[in-house]
């Protein structure tokens, strides 16, 4: 499991750019039959990437549980999130299985013990993206397809810009104790997500982007609004954003997102937002 730990504001405008990817961005998330972690010391937020090929692969497979997280199982004082973004699998949660095609989403709740993955067809695996932060209470575990999602349009063509953020793991959705999750989708045409950009001094935030064409990439954009640094990101590749950091991206083509945040609250319009003509 890959440790990151926090990073100053002041220390990181001085950063070069192979310094700033080796702190914030995540990449190799998916090998065949393996668990890959990064564990972020910014409001504790797990990250995990699951892609079972020829056999069924637990979420702790690899993982020193009680040595990195102090429990006797992963779950017992977490919450966690999973999104599949590969062909058809499923996740079995304490003896239940759940189907999960493209773009599903799984909530779990705290208190979980056992919670394995697997691909309904090798020749096209699963891929399951997954969060998971510190949890107080236990709720329900539950599957949400993109039908189930709250859909909230922003945007507009003649800024690049038109999109639809699909809430799954949200207040107006279901109940957790600090994870949200959700899935923005870009137009075609459209490249500029999160514009205006913003903060969120109470939460920190991760970005995996997905769905990007082949041979292109997304210049995530993060620092303080006048500090401001990017990160070239491919296809299932992902940052970590601070609570201090701006967040938002431009691609070469249209592209997908699915975005995890935690920390002091679940507001999702919690938010300090910035001028784009005062950004530097």
Same mark, same amino acid.
């Given at each position: 499991m890959d440790i990151r730990y !926090?990073? !100053?504001? *002041? %220390?990181v405008k001085r950063y070069t750019t192979e310094e700033l990817r080796a702190e914030f961005l995540i990449q190799g998330l998916y090998a065949a039959d393996q668990v890959n972690a990064v564990y972020s010391h910014v409001d504790r937020m797990l990250v995990l990437g699951i892609m079972p090929v020829n056999e069924e692969v637990a979420i702790d497979k690899g993982i020193d549980v009680w040595k990195n997280f102090g429990t006797d199982f992963l779950l017992q004082r977490r919450e966690a999130g999973f999104f599949n973004i590969g062909g058809p699998g499923f996740c079995n949660v304490d003896g239940v299985e759940y189907a999960m095609g493209n773009k599903d989403c799984l909530y779990i709740t705290q208190c979980t013990r056992n919670v394995s993955f697997i691909s309904a067809d090798k020749s096209r695996p699963a891929k399951f993206y997954g969060a998971s932060l510190p949890a107080h209470t236990a709720?329900? =575990?539950? &599957?949400?397809t993109l039908q189930d999602a709250a859909k909230k349009p922003l945007g507009a063509v003649? =800024? *690049?810009n038109k999109r639809v953020i699909n809430q799954f793991i949200h207040p107006d959705v279901l109940k957790t104790c600090q994870l949200s999750m959700g899935l923005t989708? &870009? %137009?075609a045409g459209s490249v500029w997500n999160t514009m205006p950009a913003h903060t969120h001094e109470r939460r920190m935030e991760v970005y995996t982007y997905i769905d990007i064409p082949e041979g292109n990439v997304v210049f995530h954009m993060m620092g303080q609004s006048d500090q401001t640094r990017h990160i070239v990101t491919h296809n299932e590749e992902a940052v970590i954003s601070p609570s201090w950091s701006i967040h938002a991206g431009c691609g070469t083509a249209n592209y997908a997102f699915i975005w995890a945040m935690g920390g002091e609250n679940l507001a999702f319009d919690d938010m300090d937002t910035i001028n784009t003509a005062d950004l530097r």
């Amino acid at each position: 499991m890959d440790i990151r730990y !926090s990073a !100053s504001p *002041s %220390d990181v405008k001085r950063y070069t750019t192979e310094e700033l990817r080796a702190e914030f961005l995540i990449q190799g998330l998916y090998a065949a039959d393996q668990v890959n972690a990064v564990y972020s010391h910014v409001d504790r937020m797990l990250v995990l990437g699951i892609m079972p090929v020829n056999e069924e692969v637990a979420i702790d497979k690899g993982i020193d549980v009680w040595k990195n997280f102090g429990t006797d199982f992963l779950l017992q004082r977490r919450e966690a999130g999973f999104f599949n973004i590969g062909g058809p699998g499923f996740c079995n949660v304490d003896g239940v299985e759940y189907a999960m095609g493209n773009k599903d989403c799984l909530y779990i709740t705290q208190c979980t013990r056992n919670v394995s993955f697997i691909s309904a067809d090798k020749s096209r695996p699963a891929k399951f993206y997954g969060a998971s932060l510190p949890a107080h209470t236990a709720y329900e =575990t539950r &599957l949400l397809t993109l039908q189930d999602a709250a859909k909230k349009p922003l945007g507009a063509v003649e =800024t *690049s810009n038109k999109r639809v953020i699909n809430q799954f793991i949200h207040p107006d959705v279901l109940k957790t104790c600090q994870l949200s999750m959700g899935l923005t989708i &870009l %137009d075609a045409g459209s490249v500029w997500n999160t514009m205006p950009a913003h903060t969120h001094e109470r939460r920190m935030e991760v970005y995996t982007y997905i769905d990007i064409p082949e041979g292109n990439v997304v210049f995530h954009m993060m620092g303080q609004s006048d500090q401001t640094r990017h990160i070239v990101t491919h296809n299932e590749e992902a940052v970590i954003s601070p609570s201090w950091s701006i967040h938002a991206g431009c691609g070469t083509a249209n592209y997908a997102f699915i975005w995890a945040m935690g920390g002091e609250n679940l507001a999702f319009d919690d938010m300090d937002t910035i001028n784009t003509a005062d950004l530097r």
